[in-house]
């Protein structure tokens, strides 16, 4: 499996951007697909993740309301649609995937496959 993140941009406190995790190879309906994010200095930490059948949605409480996952299976895309950005949300965000179970979903530790990131700038 491989991930190909893309998406990122500079963008101002406010606006919207939408991430594109393009994937490859065999993904089943149990894999689940997440986004985190790297803020410099910091230490990478989930963000959203998506069950490849769709059946399963979270968010980390600091994205809840704005961001939202989503996932097509025909184009073989999982995206992270991203309102009202904040300085705050600026980091290199990745996609993973990986078979795991639900309780293991923010564990970044537990996925297999990682896109290569693609960065975020929000001016305040």
């Known amino acids: 499996v491989q991930l190909q993140a893309c998406g990122g941009g500079l963008v101002q406190a406010g606006d919207s951007l939408r991430l594109s995790c393009r994937t490859s190879g065999d993904i089943a309906s149990n894999y689940l697909m997440g986004w985190f994010r790297q803020a410099p200095g910091e230490e990478r930490e989930f963000v959203a993740v998506i069950r490849w059948s769709g059946t399963h949605i979270d968010y980390s409480d600091s994205v809840r309301g704005r961001f939202t996952i989503s996932r097509d299976r025909a184009a073989n895309t999982v995206y992270l649609q991203m309102n009202s950005l904040k300085p705050e949300d600026t980091a290199v965000y990745y996609c993973?995937?990986?078979?795991?179970?639900?309780?293991?979903?923010?564990?970044?530790?537990?996925?297999?496959?990682w896109g290569q990131g693609t960065l975020v700038t929000v001016s305040s």
């Open positions: 993973a995937a990986s078979p795991l179970i639900w309780g293991a979903r923010t564990r970044l530790t537990g996925y297999r496959y």
